[in-house]
């Protein structure tokens, strides 16, 4: 049961965004309405994939840890569609358009660049995957799940060209949820008797 209310939160927002298309409520630009919210709830998503280790180890709510993966996979998802969006509907599949976007327009390129670092982690959640990984390199490359979430947010701030102020707080977000990983000891400079998990 419990497992099935954390599948519906995680799809609710693509559910009401496919309400609004029935209903014709996604505004007057329809196209860049999608992409907004899509592309902001893969980010939501991150914050809260950063935010749940940090729960499970700090807010001793260990069983939130069940459930990391799963809300991963949901950013990943949103982050996908997000694209979709733009290469499917926006674009049209114009190749052309596309590759001009993306080495003239730097919010794209961002964008681009964070997808293709997010691919590798989503493959590898799979548990027939993870299996057939090491460890310590299993855990290296997901902490580019860090810098996915530093260029998500770059990739908002940028393509915003007036009010900043959403980017900024996401911005502010992703800082705490990172800062939040940095040990007091190494903080203070202390010596580390043993190498610390992120």
């Known amino acids: 049961m419990e497992s099935a209310v954390v599948w519906l939160l995680c799809a609710a927002p693509l559910l009401l965004i496919l309400a609004w298309g029935f ?34 180890r700090h807010g001793r709510m260990p069983r939130v840890m069940r459930y990391r993966r799963r809300i991963g996979l949901w950013a990943f998802a949103y982050v996908t569609l997000h694209l979709l ?46 299996r057939k990984m090491k460890p310590r390199a299993w855990r290296r490359l997901h902490r580019a799940v860090y ?31 990172l800062a939040a990983r940095i040990p007091l000891r190494a903080l203070s400079g202390a010596p580390r008797s043993r190498p610390v998990q992120q």
Do not use: Q
Not at 29 to 44: A, D, H, K, M, T
Not at 106 to 129: D, E, K, Q
Not at 147 to 174: E, W
């Open 23 to 56: 209903t014709g409520d996604l505004t007057a630009n329809p196209i860049e309405f999608v992409l907004r919210e899509l592309g902001l709830w893969g980010l939501r998503f991150l914050c809260l994939t950063l935010a749940v280790t940090l729960l499970a």
């Open 147 to 177: 810098l996915i979430a530093v260029m998500g947010v770059i990739h908002y701030f940028l393509l915003v060209k007036a009010d900043t102020s959403s980017p900024l707080h996401y911005g502010a977000i992703v800082a705490a949820l």
């Open 85 to 130: 969006t733009y290469v499917v509907i926006a674009h049209e599949f114009d190749w052309a358009e596309i590759a001009t976007d993306i080495a003239k327009r730097p919010y794209i390129t961002i964008g681009m660049g964070a997808f293709a670092l997010l691919v590798p982690l989503a493959v590898t959640s799979a548990t027939a995957v993870r």
